[in-house]
C-alpha cells in the first residue's frame, strides 16, 4: 500500500436538508450523508477501522470544509481534485483541525472533541464502513 499524505481542504458548497446533509466538491460531484446527525457535546469516539470524515460549515451553512482521518483508501490526487482535505495521524497523536475542532487518536480509535462556538459553525462527524453510517453533529448543550 502506498503512503498517503495530509491535503489541505479546499472551501465546498454544503446543503443542509431534512434529509440529510449535500457536500458538493469542487469537480463539481456531490455526495449525500443521509439522516438527522446524532447531538453530541464533548468528546466523540468513533469505533475502530470506521471511515471517519469531519465537515465544519461556515456560519451561513452554505460552505464548509470536510477533513477525512486517517483515510488510507482515496489517493492524494482524488482528494486534491475533490477539495477534501486528508490528516493522517498514528496512535497517541492527536492535532486541531480547524479553531475548535481537535482530533486524537486513542490506539486505533478517532476522538473528536469540538466547539461549534469557536468553530463558529455546525461541526459534523461522519462515521462509516460496508455496513453503514452514522452522524453526529456537535452542540454546546
Known sequence: MSARNDVAPDTLGVE????????????????????????????????????????????????????????????????????????????????SLFPGVDVRMDGYAIEIEADPEVARGRVFVFEEDQLGESSYEFVDE
Open 16 to 95: 443542509l436538508t431534512e434529509d440529510g446533509i449535500v457536500v458538493e466538491y469542487t469537480d463539481g460531484r456531490e455526495t449525500f450523508y443521509h439522516g438527522v446527525p446524532t447531538k453530541v457535546d464533548g468528546t466523540l469516539r468513533t469505533q475502530p477501522g470506521k471511515l471517519v470524515q469531519v465537515l465544519v460549515t461556515d456560519p451561513t451553512e452554505t460552505e464548509g470544509v470536510l477533513m477525512y482521518v486517517n483515510d488510507r483508501n482515496t489517493h492524494d490526487e482524488i482528494l486534491e481534485e475533490t477539495g477534501v482535505g486528508r490528516v493522517m495521524l498514528d496512535p497517541g497523536e492527536a492535532e
